[in-house]
């Protein structure tokens, strides 16, 4: 049991300057996601946390001392790998055991840790399998049964769902939540998968760039997105974005495009004072949209084109056009409507977001 | 039911050609120009060479069929028994430094440094050039009054008086070990190379957070996955070291008094060089039992590696 701390990491590959300025404090048991696109530096953060890249600058800390210079094996960290990494020559057990073989661990012990193991994960028909004779799932079985058997300070995982197809992982997913409560190991889990990150996470990292976007619980991002980025990435589907001009009149401020013109609800306003007159991006999520009623006021309802309807069952998403902007809203099921109708969307007040179009930091 | 050709739209095949759409014709006709390069070159040699060894055929005198007497012969003769001995001598030390050099070579070339590619492309310089060459180059290096060896020897300190490298007995055989395992590093070094090149560095880093050290991961990870690999080059090596010609004609000629005689040499001094030709072909057959048992275990071997 253990908290991990990075200080003013950073991470250069020649020149190339690929984590920058990473500062993180993950509790104990805590489960935490690093989320962000290909080449945003999670997989690097965590392979310098494993041991396996040399730090650059900055520390990690794994229980209150600082493992720069400790190599992996003395980390007390347990590792599963995007492809598994099981020893193709050892069986199941042999793969099991042959950390804690290292570790000069008695027989017997080794015996009663892979057992409660392969107990926990389902596995106990399958010890004497080689690694080539078990299915995707299996092997990613197996691979976290030679994680849990070492017992660890903590876990790391590196896209370990990635190679799953859609269901198993779906399902995977699951087992992973219950087994880290099960377990209760500080763990750090990374993806490019948002909805992963959603799902598992105590708290999420979103990355870009190297650089670290936001820390938060997984409805904290939704709800308060810092940026731009951090907005469209977390959500399916997307949030819409508009590019806006903020202004006064009639008392109130106004984000205007094109075919669009919405009043900024007070408390925002309140926030965006300084901006009238200036550009910015609005921000709406497609939950956040409905089909104007008799009931909502003018100043929070535009007309727009239907382009593309999808029908998912549970909703409709509706691909709209509102002069040069395009929303997707998800809409009642119920709804009836035909490609190039014209209908009013309606957006929930509370949940507008504005970015600076410079900064693209939330207003 | 009648088919009715129509006259200049479609022209079938000849039959003989027809013939090749039928599986076992077409198999066949592919097979063809592999088995007859092998026949004439490969087989035909072979039994020529079988049946020359049961004759008294010398150069000039046609003979006739002796039986098994020639291998009698050979059996009894000490030379012959010096070169069986010498053979498996040369095979068996060049083969561990090969294999050992070789390996320790492949893991250095497989880490990242700069200029990695010419480095390897270097490597291979001895395998590349032409046997015969390298060997008179290194003839010159182990020459009793020119010997470059002896020279850096003296100036350094180690000796006094020069090394007669070829003319010892032992030192003969030393050095001829000394050549093959330089020509046949190379050989070793770039293969075990695409083998250890096969193994997902992951398996390493999944080890080394095991608590693996840097002997542990090569003893239980990269060695055993690298071991068929290994095998099948060792074989290759085997088979090349155990039939040497070149090499230690060039050096030695066999000598000095058949301290470097193998099997090929001794076959070509008495076949070739003092014309009794029946008597060298039944030494070049000799080396044929003792191949195939060496070939039939190594491919046993690699086939329980393999289905490991």
């Not at chain 1, 012990?109 to 994960?121: F, G, M, P, S, V």
Request: glycine residues 8%; hydrophobic residues 50%.
């Amino acid at each position: 049991m253990a908290e991990v701390i990075v200080r003013k990491l950073n991470k250069m590959f020649d020149t190339n300057h690929v984590v920058k300025d990473v500062d993180l404090h993950i509790r104990d048991k805590e489960f935490v996601v690093f989320v962000g696109p290909s080449g945003c530096g999670k997989t690097t953060t965590l392979r310098m946390i494993a041991g396996l890249e040399a730090v650059t600058s900055g520390d990690i800390l794994i229980g209150n001392t600082v493992v720069n210079e400790v190599p992996p094996m003395d980390r007390d960290i347990a590792m599963v790998f995007q492809n598994y990494a099981l020893y193709p020559h050892m069986s199941v057990a042999s793969n099991m055991a042959f950390g804690l073989k290292m570790r000069k661990f008695d027989k017997a012990e080794i015996q009663k840790r892979i057992k409660r193991a392969a107990e926990i994960l389902d596995i106990g028909q399958l010890l004497n399998r080689k690694p080539r004779q078990l299915s995707g799932g299996q092997r990613q079985r197996v691979a976290l049964g030679r994680a849990i058997v070492r017992d660890p300070k903590v876990f790391l995982f590196d896209e370990p769902l990635s190679n799953l197809d859609a269901k198993l992982r779906v399902q995977m997913r699951v087992e992973l939540k219950k087994l880290h409560e099960r377990l209760a190991v500080t763990s750090i889990y990374v993806t490019h998968d948002q909805v992963e990150a959603m799902t598992l996470g105590d708290r999420v990292v979103v990355m870009k760039d190297g650089v670290v976007q936001q820390v938060g619980e997984p409805l904290e991002l939704y709800n308060t997105p810092a940026n731009r980025f951090v907005a469209g990435f977390i959500g399916s589907p997307a949030m819409n974005f508009a590019d806006v001009t903020l202004s006064g009149g009639n008392g109130r401020l106004w984000a205007e495009a094109p075919g669009l013109k919405i009043g900024v609800p007070e408390p925002i306003a309140a926030r965006v004072n300084g901006h009238a007159g200036s550009k910015a991006t609005l921000g709406i999520r497609p939950e956040d949209l409905r089909v104007a009623g008799p009931a909502d006021p003018a100043e929070l309802c535009f007309e727009v084109e239907v382009e593309v309807i999808e029908q998912l069952g549970s909703e409709i998403l509706l691909d709209t056009r509102a002069g040069t902007s395009t929303f997707v809203a998800s809409v009642d099921p119920t709804l009836r409507t035909r490609v190039h109708e014209r209908l009013k969307l309606a957006i929930n007040p509370d949940r507008l977001h504005l970015f600076d179009a410079q900064t693209e930091a939330a207003i | 039911m009648t088919v009715t050709a129509v006259p200049g739209v479609v022209t079938r095949p000849t039959p003989r050609l027809r013939r090749l759409e039928d599986e076992r014709w077409l198999a066949l006709a592919l097979l063809m120009p592999t088995a007859i390069l092998l026949g004439l070159f490969i087989a035909y040699p072979f039994f020529e060479g079988v049946l020359l060894a049961l004759t008294s055929q010398r150069v000039g005198v046609p003979g006739g069929f002796v039986g098994l007497q020639n291998f009698v012969k050979i059996w009894n003769d000490s030379i012959f028994r010096t070169a069986v001995w010498n053979t498996f001598w040369y095979t068996a030390v060049t083969t561990v430094f090969k294999l050992g050099l070789g390996l320790w070579l492949a893991m250095l070339l497989n880490r990242h440094f700069k200029g990695k590619a010419l480095v390897r492309a270097f490597i291979l310089l001895p395998f590349i050039i032409p046997t015969v060459l390298s060997t008179f180059a290194w003839k010159w290096m182990f020459d009793p009054t020119f010997s470059v060896i002896n020279w850096a020897l003296f100036h350094m300190g180690f000796i006094t008086q020069r090394i007669n490298w070829l003319g010892d007995p032992d030192l003969a055989m030393t050095s001829i070990i000394v050549v093959n395992i330089w020509r046949g590093v190379p050989f070793f070094a770039i293969s075990l190379l695409a083998g250890l090149q096969t193994i997902s560095p992951e398996l390493n880093e999944a080890a080394a957070i095991d608590g693996a050290r840097p002997w542990n991961r090569f003893w239980y990870v990269t060695w055993p996955l690298l071991l068929p690999v290994t095998m099948v080059v060792m074989l290759f090596s085997v088979i090349q070291t155990f039939a040497d010609f070149q090499l230690v004609y060039v050096m030695t000629g066999g000598g000095p008094a058949n301290a470097t005689q193998l099997f090929a040499t001794y076959a070509y001094q008495l076949g070739i060089g003092t014309g009794l030709l029946s008597e060298g072909a039944a030494i070049s057959l000799a080396m044929f039992p003792f191949l195939f048992l060496i070939v039939v275990v190594q491919l046993l071997y690699i086939r329980r590696v393999e289905t490991r």
